[in-house]
Every structure is written in structure tokens, then in C-alpha cells.
């Protein structure tokens, strides 16, 4: 078996190596292709990982390219992790409509619209050489915005093994598990929504369902430390709702909290970035392996105890406490989630997994070819949703408007154009007016070059 990562530049990249090596041997696999437009940093990620590379803790082969053709040749499982104009581009998504008073955030609102005009493109491309090289192959994407992507490729071409993945909802099953005191084998989350909008409707265990006595749980707490909502909310919704509903939920306060806080997520990324890799090249050049290692999990644990700290204005130690409940029950967190599904879909282990996937009429009022974020069966070389049914009024509402908005971004990335463009962002609950979307457009247009597509 061939895996092939694009975008295998990223920083997450060594904790992917990391649990692919783990499971080898459950996956049959024979080689790892790494690549990345970036040729340098991905040198720095082939020194890293350098320990694996045919020694006897790695039984296949890893190799290392910028050329997409040779990484996807006869591949069987293809995996999308980049970031098109790189973390540059993500500093852009934000800053751009918190000038305006808008909520600025990587994958919601005008940030996930622009990442969506920007990476659609891309990942088409690559679909096509995937045709030509692999056409067997499974594409499991992991780029943002995960589920306009996946969508994309679902209604603008053929193929049809493809399949958008998330670690949140995945997590979330964990920690009711583990708060239940078992496994999450045994339990089933009944979650439905959007990639980044969604919702946990129950949880059911021993045939009971336990999410009303777990939200009592919360009430009688008063409020989870690492949890951005009120318990009183919770308790009113009578569901949980994915972290990412903050941004909706308590929008303005969202926006004030990253006002204050001087600088957004992307600009201490990038600062972060920016050392680290400063860092690893000086340590490379001195042929110090392992003072790079210790350079790498330094930045990865600071990166997790600042995770959604300025959007939430929730303290850093106490997100520390939320990242290590979440390392400690998800399960290698996004290579988890990703390794889960090819054990699944190469035969070996079939599972319910929370997915990406068309809908299929699983969740009334959405249309068939909708990608929706729900549970789904995977078994060897399938993948196949089930029924959600009818969901709240205010939840169906919501998961409508995001997904028009969708819609019409793909369709301007598809036709380029300009007017699509600004109606998508116009619809956008997040986004106030016509006025303020044409404003941010055409600014990310000027600020993004070249990386924008040229909207007409």
C-alpha cells in the first residue's frame, strides 16, 4: 500500500509519521510519499523524521518530492493537508474583516471563504493528475475549509472516493466516553451539522442515552473550564454544540476578545512558525537531531496550550488542561482520525465514524449532494452515512444559510466570478451586508495576489 500526503510541510507532519509507523503493520503499507511545493521545509520535515527512514521501527519506504505526479503515482490513499499562500495568506484571512468589524477566523466566515477560493483550484488540480495516476485511490482531505473542499471535488468532477475529515467531533466522542468511564467502541454519538457547525444531539451507551445526564453534569458545574458556551445555554440547546459555534453564538464577543488580544491567531502562528523553523535550520546545520526534536514538541505543546485562547479570552493553562484530555482519549487527534479511516476502508477494522460525506438523505432538508458532517459506516472500500432524520428548526436554518454560502463560493472559484464572490460572502450569517462583503473582497483580492483567483 502507498500513502500520499500533499502538503507534507505542514507541522503536523512528524505526528502523522509518527502514527502511520504505529499502525504499518495493520495497514499493509509499503510506502510513505511526502510532498510539498516547499522544498526546504520539507528537508527540515525529512530531517525530523529522518530516525524512521529505513531503520527497523519503519518497515516502508519514505520518500520525499515537490512534484505532485510522482508523490500521487499509484497511490491508494491520498491525504490533503495544505495551505495555500501558507501561513502568510492565513494572517490576511483574519486581519482582513477584523477591520471591519467582522469576525476573522482560518475556516469560518470571510477566512474560510477566502481559503475556500484560494484552495478549491488547487485541490482540482490535483484531482486531475489523481485520475491519470491513481484513479483507484481514496482521497481523504484534511485541507481547510474541509468540507467546501471536499464538496467541491463531489460536485465538479467524477470521482468519487472522496471523503473531508475533522478531530473535533471525534473528540468530543472521546471525552463523553471517557467521562462515561468506556470505551468509545461502545458508545454512539448522534452529531449532525457542517464541518466546523455542528452539533452532538445524543450520546447513547448500553442502549440509554446518557447526553441529558451529562448536560446536568455541566449544569450542576456551572461551566466547563475548557468549554467556551454557559451551562445554562447547553442546558437550553439540550445539545452540545461543536466549538466552533462560538463564533456564532457569542460572535461579538469573539471579535472583542481578539480586538484586545492585539493579534490574531494566525499572526502568533505565524510569529511561532517563524521561530521554529529558524530554529530547526540552525540545529540542522549543526547536525543536532535531537535538539530539533526537542525544538519540534516545545513548539507543538505551546502551539495546543494557546489553542482558541484569544477568541475565547479563556487562559492558557486552562486550554493545557483541555489539550491534554484531548490527547489523552482522541487518539493521535487528526492522524488518529485519518488512520482510523484506512484501517477501516482497507478491510481490517469497520467502524462508525464521524465524516464528511454526501448526504445522501441522511439529514432531512439537505440535499443529496450536500457534504454534510455526520456519522457514517466505513467498511472496506465504502463509505456509507446514516440517518440523522429531521433536526431542530434553528439547526436546519443555520446549516441551510452556511451552505448556500457554500455553494455559490464554489461556484465562483469554479467560474471565477467576481459577482458569486460577493453574494456568497454577502449570505454569510457572519457578515452584516453587501457593502461590507464587497469591501473585504476586494481587498483580499489586492492583499492575496497571486494566490486569488482572478474573479471576473
Known amino acids: 500500500m502507498k500513502i500520499a500526503i500533499l502538503g507534507a510541510a505542514g507541522v503536523r507532519t512528524p505526528l502523522i509519521i509518527e502514527a502511520i509507523t504505529k499502525r504499518q503493520d495493520k495497514i499493509g503499507l ?8 516547499d522544498g526546504e521545509r520539507l528537508d527540515l520535515i525529512g530531517t525530523l523524521t529522518a530516525h524512521l527512514d529505513g531503520s ?56 474560510g471563504f477566502a481559503m475556500g477560493l484560494r484552495s478549491i483550484p488547487v485541490l482540482l488540480d490535483y484531482v486531475r493528475v489523481m485520475q ?13 475549509p474541509a468540507g467546501m473542499l471536499t464538496e467541491a471535488v463531489v460536485r465538479s468532477t467524477n470521482w468519487k472516493r472522496v ?18 468511564g468506556v470505551p468509545p467502541e461502545e458508545t454512539y454519538l448522534d452529531y449532525f451539522g457542517l464541518n466546523h457547525l455542528g452539533w ?18 455541566v449544569l450542576a458545574a456551572g461551566k466547563l473550564p475548557w468549554f467556551p458556551f454557559d451551562a445554562e445555554f447547553i442546558n437550553s440547546l439540550g445539545m452540545v454544540p461543536n466549538e466552533y459555534l462560538y463564533y456564532y453564538y457569542n460572535t461579538e464577543e469573539a471579535i472583542k476578545n481578539i480586538t484586545s488580544a492585539g493579534q490574531t491567531r494566525s ?26 526534536l526537542e525544538t519540534y514538541y516545545r513548539y507543538m505543546n505551546q502551539r495546543g496550550e494557546t489553542y ?30 485519518a488512520l482510523n479511516l484506512i484501517e477501516s476502508l482497507y478491510g481490517k477494522s469497520p467502524r462508525v465514524m464521524i465524516l464528511n460525506v454526501t448526504n445522501l438523505g441522511a439529514i432531512t432538508g439537505m440535499e443529496d449532494k450536500d457534504v454534510v458532517e455526520i456519522p457514517a459506516y466505513v467498511g472496506r472500500d465504502l463509505i456509507r452515512p446514516i440517518t440523522v432524520g429531521k433536526i431542530p428548526d434553528h439547526c436546519l436554518g443555520l446549516v441551510k444559510q452556511v451552505k448556500a454560502y457554500e455553494h455559490l463560493t464554489i461556484e465562483s472559484a469554479l467560474e471565477k466570478s467576481y459577482s458569486k464572490a460577493i453574494t456568497a460572502l454577502a449570505i454569510h450569517p457572519l457578515v452584516p451586508n453587501y ?19 482572478i474573479l471576473n
Not at 495516476?133 to 481514496?138: I, L, N, R
Not at 447513547?204 to 446536568?216: A, E, S, Y
Open 435 to 453: 457593502t461590507t462583503a464587497k469591501t473585504i473582497l476586494d481587498e483580499y483580492i489586492i492583499k492575496h495576489q497571486p494566490y486569488f483567483p
Open 132 to 144: 491519470e495516476v491513481c484513479p483507484d485511490a481514496w482521497l481523504i482531505n484534511f485541507a481547510n
Open 56 to 111: 527497523s521501527t519503519a518497515r516502508y519506504r519514505i520518500s520525499y518530492t515537490t512534484d505532485a505526479r510522482l508523490a500521487l503515482l499509484s497511490a491508494d490513499y491520498v491525504i490533503t493537508t495544505f495551505r495555500v499562500g501558507g501561513i502568510e495568506s492565513r494572517v490576511i484571512d483574519e486581519r482582513v474583516p477584523l477591520t471591519h468589524g467582522v469576525l476573522g477566523q482560518e475556516t469560518t466566515g470571510p477566512g
Open 30 to 37: 509499503s510506502e510513505l510519499a511526502l510532498m510539498d511545493i
Open 308 to 337: 482558541m485562547t484569544r477568541e475565547t479570552g479563556i487562559s492558557s493553562n486552562i486550554r493545557l488542561l483541555n489539550g491534554q484530555i484531548n490527547k489523552a482519549i482522541s487518539g493521535d487527534g487528526y492522524a488518529g482520525v
Open 267 to 292: 499572526g502568533q502562528i505565524a510569529v511561532m512558525n517563524h521561530q521554529l523553523f529558524n530554529d530547526l535550520k540552525r540545529l540542522q546545520s549543526q547536525d543536532n537531531w535531537s535538539r530539533m
Open 200 to 217: 452532538a444531539r445524543s450520546f447513547i451507551c448500553k442502549g440509554d442515552d446518557r447526553l441529558p445526564g451529562l448536560i446536568k453534569m
Open 163 to 180: 471523503v473531508g475529515i475533522c478531530d473535533a467531533p471525534s473528540s468530543m466522542w472521546s471525552i463523553g466516553s471517557a467521562i462515561l
